[in-house]
């Protein structure tokens, strides 16, 4: 989308243009390319669908300073109700007739969509332990889903003569309605509130889904989890959603991954942390320590003088890299504990330590 037209060029506006500015010049420019006055002239229709997502972006303050800082962009439609913007003209909804279902989807590249239904997402969630999320690890998870009808295939009556044409659309689904606005009166056209835009109405309903065309049922799915994956992230199956009926596209299962902490191991990125203790001695003269990782107990030295918080990093020990192979690396802090109470015989001995080394104590 980077040969976008500049806005404000679109609309022959200079940047610091006004609200006022920006609405009038709109108004001016939509009743000259409007489809309806120029007879649906293809290259008149593609001027008004430039001057309104023009207008869409710049009469939206936050919309317009992020197209100011950043440019265009796919995000720029996100979460727009494309009918309150243009209901103050009198034709918030022609836009479907224009450019499909979703206004916004046209501005950033997608294509008119197609008449068959899309069923609802299901969002379920599903929990793993800490080393399923280093390594992945397939599940198999159960969920409730609307699915098409087994008994009338999805089709919501049994019988032939169960399913008779709409009389308010005469079976295409749709109406045609004449609106006066400001430049006139121009032809919209919806679905059809009798038939819901299906063109047929059921007179003798599916005993089993009530008419619907779908029910409620179990489903089962087997996950295939990726290692590398994080706390929160979300796995998308698609055509496991809902289903509306026949003739229908099922939705997405959207299935959020909770990971269920460690109690000696912390995930920070790729790298695995953990904490070791040791005594005063052990770090003074060495010793070997058995530590839990992701691969299993593994044995570490500990080094004569080793310091307090010093650490020891296992290579390529750590979590594997989502969507890659590569691991990142185990991390092991070592944590020297000073014991708050000696006995008579240790104190003795410590003393003698010190003034070895020449040091004053207590």
């Known amino acids: 989308m980077a040969n976008k037209k500049d806005y404000y060029k679109v609309l022959g506006l200079p940047r610091d243009c006004t609200l006022s500015d920006i609405k009038r010049e709109y108004r001016t420019l939509a009743r000259r390319y409007h489809p309806d006055v120029n007879g649906g002239n293809p290259e008149s229709e593609e001027k008004f669908k430039e001057?309104?997502?023009?207008?869409?972006v710049l009469s939206n303050e936050d919309k317009r300073r992020q197209y100011d800082q950043f440019g265009f962009n796919r995000n720029l439609f996100d979460g727009f109700d494309f009918g309150s913007v243009f209901s103050e003209f009198g034709f918030g909804d022609i836009f479907d007739n224009l450019f499909g279902s979703g206004f916004g989807s046209v501005f950033s590249g997608g294509r008119k969509s197609s008449r068959r239904k899309r069923g609802s997402d299901i969002s379920i969630g599903i929990k793993i332990s800490f080393k399923e999320s280093a390594y992945g690890v397939k599940k198999m998870v159960e969920y409730d889903a609307d699915d098409i009808c087994e008994t009338c295939k999805g089709k919501g009556s049994t019988s032939e003569d169960g399913i008779i044409t709409c009389s308010e659309c005469g079976g295409s689904g749709s109406v045609r309605t004449a609106r006066q606005t400001f430049i006139g009166n121009i032809?919209?056209?919806s679905a059809c509130s009798m038939c819901g835009g299906s063109g047929k109405i059921i007179k003798d309903p599916c005993k089993a889904c009530r008419g619907k065309g779908y029910r409620a049922v179990k489903k089962k799915v087997e996950l295939d989890i990726p290692g590398g994956i994080h706390d929160g992230d979300s796995l998308r199956i698609s055509g496991k959603g809902n289903s509306p009926g026949?003739?229908?596209i099922n939705g997405d299962l959207l299935v959020t991954v909770r990971v269920t902490p460690h109690p000696g191991l912390k995930r920070v990125g790729d790298d695995v942390?953990?904490?070791?203790e040791i005594s005063f001695a052990q770090?003074?003269?060495g010793c070997k320590v058995e530590v839990e990782t992701l691969d299993g107990k593994e044995e570490i030295i500990i080094k004569p003088?080793?310091?307090p918080n010093e650490k020891i990093i296992l290579k390529s020990n750590g979590m594997v890299q989502l969507n890659g192979y590569r691991r990142g690396n185990h991390i092991i802090n070592i944590d020297v504990k000073i014991p708050k109470r000696l006995s008579r015989e240790e104190i003795i001995l410590l003393k003698k330590y010190a003034e070895g080394r020449k040091e004053v104590v207590g």
């Open 51 to 56: 001057i309104s997502e023009a207008y869409a």
């Open 187 to 189: 032809i919209t056209t």
């Open 246 to 248: 026949k003739d229908s």
């Open 273 to 276: 942390l953990s904490n070791v």
């Open 283 to 285: 770090a003074a003269i």
């Open 305 to 307: 003088g080793t310091q």
